[in-house]
Nanobody
Framework: QVQLVESGGGLVQPGGALRLSCAAS????????MGWYRQGPGKQRELVARITSGGNTNYADSVKGRFTISMDNAKNTVYLQMNSLKPEDTAVYYCNRQEFILAKSYDYWGQGTQVTVSS
């Protein structure tokens, strides 16, 4: 059973920066994606950034050029560096891991961490 533990959320002023961390444990599946999703008040959960086990990344258009997703293999941890934060980035951010086996996908989620961008 995969477990994901998130940290790094908080309150920041517009233009500021935060780094979210997500430590994964409990899986050795070779093919997977890890990513960050967010859900703002009254909104659907949306993909922010994703990185594959092969190292490919993709980002939502709204965060391109501002956010960077990366992995530390030694710590089995994925990060989201968020720069130039805007009020519209305010949301609960969730770490996600997708594993692929027997032509099926399985999703695991962190507990969520609040990011608030406000002056």
């Amino acid at each position: 059973q995969v477990q994901l533990v998130e940290s790094g959320g908080g309150l920041v002023q517009p233009g500021g920066a935060l780094r979210l961390s997500c430590a994964a444990s409990g899986s050795g599946v070779p093919v997977y994606n890890m990513g960050w999703y967010r859900q703002g008040p009254g909104k659907q959960r949306e993909l922010v950034a994703r990185i594959t086990s092969g190292g490919n990344t993709n980002y939502a258009d709204s965060v391109k050029g501002r956010f960077t997703i990366s992995m530390d293999n030694a710590k089995n941890t994925v990060y989201l560096q968020m720069n130039s934060l805007k009020p519209e980035d305010t949301a609960v951010y969730y770490c996600n891991r997708q594993e692929f086996i027997l032509a099926k996908s399985y999703d695991y989620w962190g507990q969520g961490t609040q990011v608030t961008v406000s002056s």
